[in-house]
């Protein structure tokens, strides 16, 4: 008997064999090993951080190692996108429809804003006291949200951060909408350490924002930490037996950025803010290798929308508030040892409605529900290496507060302007002349689309009293003295007077663009 012998250069190395093997295997059944295996999901959502800050896009890496280390760790979304501001990405992800279908492409603070109110036609409203006020507008209470999906599959479900999805009525906070605990602030941009929204458009003071399971909470601290902490104490109780879906939506690096507790002598108060949030990432991160659930738990680290300057979205061109690409690309991390290559990337488009129908299938939840999904499941797309089965997202339609915008293949209608995204990912030349097929035809189908909006309705329901303590229509009856102290001394230091004209928060945007000054607030 003979043996053929092979030099050590002519083995085929342990990785080769494995590729090999994997191209063997068709990617439904590798997706098939993930769908259904119910594990724990932890998604940290940043807030106004720009595509180019962390440092894996190009960002000081000093200000994001632990992003960074989470990037190598997992997979990098290259071509993720969100909504073009915070609360229609929230809902977008909440329920895995469009934001417009929801209204929720329309903010619960603009419907206190004459500028915005503009654009529908609509004048601020006056409560029978003649008092001006806010119509309250929230996520429809009737849309299914991935936390009452999950937590009707068995899984516990938290939310520890920013809601932005309605600040009012007990059905719109976050426990009315499927989650079985709540920490955190319900409005767009609390003050990081007072814990009071600036403004409650149309009136100009502040409102207290800080609670825990929907009742009023005092603490001390610096909200980035405090949310963090919240998500270390509860995955630290959580047990093997019941998977969780803990979602920690950091307020970090939205305005008002006013005092940072810790950098600021070596950074400016933004990039001190955003080593805060970085120090949050890997504390909640750490505890979820620390109490044993690295290998069953599928951690993802985004960000909502762009950020405040082109500077902050490079190479792409645009800001928050616009449906440029530096608008509405992202980052995005995926990590889930074993399940994803440590180090990858992934070019395929996503959206973040397609978070729904993803996590709905690893969780062997029920897919089937009433109002159908703008979400594909991407789940052999991200553990399979599949294309993405995604070929248009609709950003914005018709009555929107921004431009109506499709993505569809390698075009993006914005308006009247035609961009070829692959050949011009920055969008720096409008080619609608050149292509006045493709323009017609994209026009078509928003025109189509937009169709499907329902109707706002009266919005006659207005919140009294214009001028809360405390956010949380049943808090607000029952206000505490601490909170009214607190407040009391909050609004003594804001201006008593405005200019014509002008007001504490930006005003709607007029076409593309939208020029945000200051910290964005």
């Not at 149309?202 to 001390?220: G, I, K, M, S, T």
């Not at 405090?226 to 879906?245: G, H, T, Y």
């Not at 994209?442 to 909006?453: G, I, P, T, W």
């Not at 004209?501 to 000054?517: F, H, V």
């Amino acid at each position: 008997m003979t043996f053929q012998t092979h030099s050590r250069s002519s083995k085929p190395s342990l990785l080769a064999l494995v590729l090999l093997v994997l191209t063997l295997i068709p990617a439904s059944a590798i997706a098939a090993d993930v769908a259904g295996s119910r594990p724990n999901i932890v998604f940290l959502l940043s807030d106004d951080m720009g595509y180019a800050e962390p440092g894996f896009n190009g960002g000081n890496p000093e200000l994001t190692p632990q992003m960074d280390r989470l990037a190598r760790e997992g997979m990098q979304l290259r071509q993720f996108y969100a909504q073009p501001v915070c609360a229609p990405t929230r809902a977008s992800f909440l329920t895995g429809r469009y934001a417009f279908r929801t209204w929720s492409d329309w903010r619960s603070e603009d419907f206190g804003k004459p500028s915005y109110l503009a654009k529908l036609n609509l004048t601020l409203a006056k409560n029978e006291r003649g008092e001006e006020t806010r119509r309250i507008h929230a996520l429809d209470t009737e849309e299914r949200t991935i936390a009452e999906a999950l937590r009707d599959a068995g899984y516990f479900t938290a939310i520890t951060g920013k809601w932005h999805c309605g600040e009012w009525l007990p059905e719109h906070l976050p426990m009315g909408q499927g989650f079985l605990h709540q920490y955190g602030h319900y409005a767009w941009g609390i003050d990081y350490n007072n814990y009071t929204i600036p403004h409650n458009a149309p009136a100009r003071y502040a409102v207290f924002d800080w609670h825990r399971n929907q009742e009023p909470l005092f603490e001390q601290g610096y909200s980035t930490d405090l949310m963090a902490n919240e998500a270390v104490r509860l995955i630290a109780e959580q047990k093997s037996d019941r998977p969780f879906f803990i979602y920690v939506p950091f307020n970090a690096v939205h305005g008002p950025i006013e005092e940072v507790p810790r950098y600021t002598d070596q950074y400016s108060p933004r990039e001190a803010a955003l080593k805060c949030l970085d120090d949050a990432v890997g504390r909640v991160v750490a505890a979820v290798d620390q109490y044993g659930f690295r290998d069953n738990t599928l951690v993802i680290f985004g960000n909502d929308n762009g950020g405040l300057t082109d500077e902050m979205n490079r190479p792409w061109r645009g800001t928050k508030n616009t449906t440029y690409e530096g608008g509405v690309r992202v980052p995005f991390v995926f990590r889930w040892p074993g399940k994803v290559e440590a180090g990858s990337i992934n070019n395929e488009m996503m959206h973040i409605t397609d978070l729904f129908p993803t996590f709905v299938t690893l969780a062997g939840a029920e897919p089937d529900q009433e109002r159908p999904l703008d979400g594909i499941d991407m789940t052999e797309t991200l553990f399979a290496g599949a294309k993405s089965p995604r070929e248009e997202i609709i950003f914005e339609v018709t009555a929107s507060v921004r431009l109506p915008t499709i993505r569809s293949g390698r075009y993006k209608l914005m308006g009247d302007m035609l961009y070829d995204i692959e050949a011009d990912p920055g969008e720096r030349t409008d080619i609608a002349a050149e292509h006045p097929e493709v323009v017609k035809r994209l026009k078509a189908r928003l025109e189509k689309v937009s169709k499907e909006r329902p109707p706002l309705g009266e919005k006659t329901m207005l919140m009294d009293p214009p001028l809360p303590w405390v956010y949380g229509q049943k808090e607000n009856k029952n206000a505490p003295e601490w909170i009214k102290r607190h407040v009391e001394k909050v609004r003594e230091t804001q201006p008593k007077f405005w200019p014509p004209g002008e007001t504490p928060w930006p005003q709607a945007p007029e076409g593309a663009t939208i020029l945000y000054k200051g910290d964005g607030r």
